[in-house]
């Protein structure tokens, strides 16, 4: 019999257990649980419930033992940055802090005045994000920091509680801003200037390392399968390129979820000066390789939108009103810091337009074309930066993840970007964390193998350019430029 693998993968709306197999040389892939998750203000701050996640994780494992399997293996994704402060007793010091609390919004400016930008991204080879858990650290109580035995990353936490060992996992321990890209270890000048200390991270390990069997106290308390905890790519995107099928021979990748996370898979970092201008990041991935890519807002803005209409029309009939729509209506900044984290972001959108001076978009359709369209753009946009700063052009974007189910969207980016958009699966974050267990248990030899299976065991769909739209995105990277230079 196939050996039985589970994907714990949590972003930041919702998680879920997915159940998956080898057979006859094709992933199954199977939904065993799915619960919510969200941050609420606590303390005066945007807190995640770990506590919850923990429970949801039981119960889905009491569902999977009681489905008949009985044996698996389990691995743990979810989003980066955030991190949790666990004292000498072995107990978490508080709820962990959304890395969408406003407490970092200067924290940019504060610590490179001490360290210039230049000196951290030669070091670190990240991406300048307010939300870094270099930032929060800098913001974090001192208090508590001074009572802290270990900061683990919030997948490595919560693999500490199921299983007692605590490990740093390295393609989340990059997103920190604070591992040196050469030498692989936490870099003692940053740790310094946030009053860190390099013990209080436990080791870091790579993808595939065995993290241990679920405590037994956990057994006592459910009726749980026996469980052996992987350490998989822990940060979702990571997990998500490994599940990534890599069509074509330059291909690139779009992690398409609440965050869009474009990029290119490298075998040595790209941190050189343009990198550096267009903030580029050189996050670790899988098997010694770095996911060169760029956070765009993504996906998060239709679903506030979505939220913002009451929820009467799901993402599907949002994104058919947005067809019925023209698209370029206007242009918009998806990634401008104003639609983070939004008190309403209907009106933010349409108060960018009326600023911007130009065509406010009012009913449903007109809100998700305009959503869609410039997303498109942006994604078309970063895929020229991206093709300048590694001096070849991308022939293939492999689109990944929920954002792979919009039509409207993938047709657009092809047209405008003018290369060929390969969409699916859906489910590449869970595919990639079982297959990263598979590797790490011998089922499968190595991830140029696995893409193999994922692109046959999953259906992908091709969207060609349809003519030209280069006239249009000419025209976008203008307002962009324009609208940075007023804005400054």
């Not at 879920?16 to 006859?24: A, G, I, N, T």
């Not at 039981?58 to 399997?69: P, Q, R, V, W």
């Not at 504060?110 to 360290?115: A, F, I, N, Q, V």
């Not at 997103?175 to 390099?198: C, P």
Request: hydrophobic share 40%.
């Amino acid at each position: 019999m196939a050996k039985t693998y589970v994907a714990v993968d949590i972003g930041a709306s919702s998680g879920r257990l997915m159940l998956s197999q080898l057979v006859d040389g094709k992933l199954k892939l199977e939904e065993m649980h799915r619960f919510k998750n969200g941050f609420t203000k606590k303390d005066g701050h945007d807190r995640w419930d770990i506590d919850h996640l923990i429970q949801e994780i039981f119960t889905g494992l009491e569902k999977i033992k009681k489905a008949g399997y009985t044996e698996i293996t389990l691995g743990i994704d979810t989003w980066a940055v955030d991190y949790v402060l666990v004292g000498k007793d072995g107990e978490r010091l508080n709820d962990p802090v959304s890395y969408r609390d406003a407490r970092t919004q200067e924290s940019i400016e504060k610590l490179t005045s001490e360290l210039p930008k230049e000196y951290i991204y030669e070091k670190t080879g990240i991406q300048f994000l307010d939300f870094n858990t270099l930032y929060q650290l800098f913001e974090e109580d001192q208090d508590l920091l001074a009572q802290t035995d270990k900061i683990l990353m919030i997948p490595d936490y919560i693999g500490y509680v199921l299983t007692g060992n605590a490990v740093t996992e390295v393609t989340n321990a990059s997103t920190t801003q604070m591992l040196s890209l050469r030498e692989g270890l936490f870099d003692d000048n940053l740790l310094e200037k946030i009053n860190v200390k390099q013990e209080q991270f436990p080791k870091l390990v790579d993808p595939g390392t065995n993290l241990g069997e679920l405590a037994d106290k956990w057994h006592q308390k459910y009726d749980l399968p026996k469980t052996k905890v992987v350490t998989v790519a822990t940060h979702d995107t990571a997990s998500a390129v490994v599940g990534t099928p890599a069509v074509g021979q330059r291909w690139s990748y779009l992690s398409s979820g609440t965050w869009s996370l474009i990029g290119a898979e490298l075998n040595v970092p790209e941190n050189g000066e343009a990198a550096f201008e267009h903030n580029y990041t050189n996050e670790w991935g899988a098997y010694g390789t770095y996911r060169f890519l760029k956070n765009i807002m993504g996906l998060w803005i239709i679903q506030n939108v979505k939220e913002e209409l009451d929820n009467k029309y799901s993402f599907a009939e949002l994104a058919g009103l947005a067809g019925q729509e023209e698209p370029f209506q206007q242009f918009i900044d998806v990634n401008d810091d104003r639609f983070q984290n939004p008190a309403n972001m209907i009106q933010e959108l349409q108060a960018y337009c009326r600023e911007t001076g130009q065509k406010v978009p009012e009913t449903p359709g007109e809100i998700a074309m305009a959503v869609y369209s410039n997303l498109s753009l942006y994604y078309a946009n970063e895929l020229e930066i991206l093709g300048n700063i590694l001096g070849y052009k991308v022939d293939a974007l492999n689109i990944v993840g929920g954002g792979s189910n919009v039509e409207i969207m993938n047709q657009l980016t092809a047209t405008i970007a003018g290369v060929d958009v390969y969409a699916g699966p859906s489910e590449a974050t869970a595919i990639g964390n079982v297959i990263v267990q598979m590797i790490a248990e011998g089922d499968i030899l190595n991830v140029y193998l696995a893409r193999r299976i994922i692109a046959d065991s999953f259906p992908l769909k091709k969207y060609s350019p349809e003519g030209s739209l280069q006239y249009k995105l000419n025209e976008y990277q203008a307002f962009l430029k324009e609208t940075k230079k007023t804005t400054v």
